[in-house]
Every structure is written in C-alpha cells, then in structure tokens.
C-alpha cells in the first residue's frame, strides 16, 4: 500500500509499504475521510516528538472496516466507523487507574503516527476495536465525524481540565479548531462569559456562534493585561494555542482557586515559566494540569450524541476541501502554511 510519511525532521513523502497485520482484537481500515492537524506540523517541522524515518502520518479519520481479528465482536467489514485519534490499550494498568490515554508509558495511548503508522495510507490499523471504534451514525457527515477524532475530544479535555462549572468567567487561549470545540465545551458547561482569543475574523466570526462572549485580540495588546482589564481575573483558562510562555499569561489572570486546562501540544521550547508572585509565591492555589485527550469507543458515542442532537457543530470547522488520497499532501501544507482563511481541511476518498 502507499501512504505519505515523515522520512525525517522537516521531511515528507510518499511511501510503500506493507498492509499492516490484523491481531485477534484488531480491525484494519481504509479511510474514507481524512484531516491533517496542527500535531502533525509540531511532530514533522519541529521534531516534537523526536526523529521518526518512514512513519505515515496522520490521526484524524472516518474509516470503512475491511477486515477484523478472531475475537471482535461488534464490528465487521463493510462498517462505517469514527476513529479516535487516541486508541488505548484498554488492558493496561494504566487504563484501570483512569489514565488510558497513557496505556504503556506516557503519551503511549496515542499511537497513529507517534509509535505506529497513522491514518493517511491506504489502510491502517486499529488496535483493540472492540473498545476503540466506534459506528458511524446513520446520516452523520464526514465532516462532523472526522473532527470527532481529535478537534471535538481535545477541545473538550481541555473544558474537562479546566473544570469549568456554572457561572464561570473563562478564557480561552487560542481559537484554531481545538480552542473552537473548548468554547463550545465551556458553553455547554455553564460558563456565563466566554473570553476567545485570537484574530482571524472566521475563527472569531465562529466562537461567537459556538458561545464566546467576549474576543480578546493579541494584537491589540497582552492578553492578560486586556482580561484583567475587562475582568479582574477570571475563573478558568481553557489554554488550546501559544507557546510556553503563554502560561504565564495565564496564570497572571487567573484567581486563586481557578485552574487552567492545557490541551495545546507545546512543540518548541524546553521550560515552561511560571511568574513567581503572580503564582502567590506557590501558594495560588492556582492549578494547572495538562493532558492529551482520552479516547475509546464510550467517548466517541457520547460525542457523536451531541451532534446527532444538534447541541454541537463540529462540522463548521472544515473550510477546505479535497478528494482523493493523493491530496493529503496539499491539505497538510496548508496547515503547515495556514492561511488566513484556513480553520480546517477535509480529504474525502473514493475507492
């Protein structure tokens, strides 16, 4: 089969490779939908997560099941299924502690194109299918399924995290696809003002359809500076784009006993910095917790829910689109160029 690969740090391209090996709980898929991510950028461009040579890219795909291991029970060829980007080990001891995102070492849950090949081939392999795939719901459009993968559960999280409760005042760091689903996730948790920074005017244009209540612009001056101006500090802090130092930021306009959930895959940089006095000299109780999304079947059937009842809208997030398997390598240089008019692309496949 073919797929396209990180060859190297900074390098891509189309490659051959074997079909991958269907275990006795596995499924193999071939996809039917497929979207490029920023995570892709951080690990091919900046070496996130260390030299990978030939490893097929990608982890955000609606699938079709053509084959599955001896001991699969609810799913069979011919299936139309949702993918998570995330596909523990549901055996795992970490699974059993509540942790499956981390099944064999930290990170170790996310698999496509961080240990193993990932989605953007001509089949690709799914562990643990049972607990992993979840049915594509009957009407469902490929574009609100494939950004269940990553963009919906991630943005979430990161809501998850941040603990956001009834009445919260909010900020949300970065309004690209993942910051997009947080707002939505704050509104739908109960948050009464919603800060969404950013400034392209279609990311703006939808965090305020999604709940934001309030856009705070970084050109316009340090974020934090602009909230606690407008608030005099906030709840929670959703933070879904910057850099290492926007923690800083964020705990600068946080109150004591608020927390920030980070979902933003910091590729750069090696030390995160915490302003001392603004931490209360340590004793804040301001709290920050970073963690990669969980995955598995349950998660996507509850998430799928809400768009089959219309609570969410994942699907306004894809502004580009293409068909074929051989346009996932333009789709991917636009995210890695982004421009303007950019939140997300599709590829959808044919075969």
Known sequence: ??????????HTGWIEKDRPACGPMDAICRPIALAPCTSDVHTVWAGALGDRHEMILGHEAVGEVVGVGSLVKDFKAGDKVLVPAITPDWNSLEAQGGYQMHSGGMLAGWKFSNFKDG??????????????L?????????????????????GFHGVELADIQFGDKVVVVGIGPVG???VAGAAIRGASEIYAVGSRPNCVALAKEFGATHIVNYHDGDIADQVL???????????????????????????????????????????????????GCGMGHKAI??????????????????????????????????????KVEEALMMMKDKPRDLIKPLITIKW
């Open 1 to 10: 089969m073919k797929g396209f690969a990180m060859m190297g740090i900074g």
């Open 119 to 132: 989605v953007f081939g001509e089949f690709f392999h799914v562990n643990d299918a049972d607990g992993n």
């Open 134 to 154: 979840a049915l594509l719901p009957e009407g469902m459009d490929y574009a609100s399924a494939c950004m269940l993968s990553d963009m919906v559960p991630t």
């Open 180 to 182: 997009l689903m947080a």
């Open 229 to 279: 101006a407008k608030t005099g500090g906030v709840d929670r802090v959703v933070i879904a784009g910057g850099d290492v130092d926007t923690f800083a930021q964020a705990v600068r306009m946080l109150k004591p006993g608020g927390k920030i959930g980070n979902v933003n895959y910091l590729g750069e940089g090696d030390y995160i910095k915490i302003p001392r006095t603004e931490w």
């Open 289 to 326: 917790v970073g963690g990669l999304m969980p995955g598995g079947r349950l998660r996507m059937e509850k998430l799928a829910s809400l768009v089959t009842t219309g609570r969410i809208h994942p699907g306004k997030l894809v502004t580009h689109r293409f068909e074929g398997i051989e």
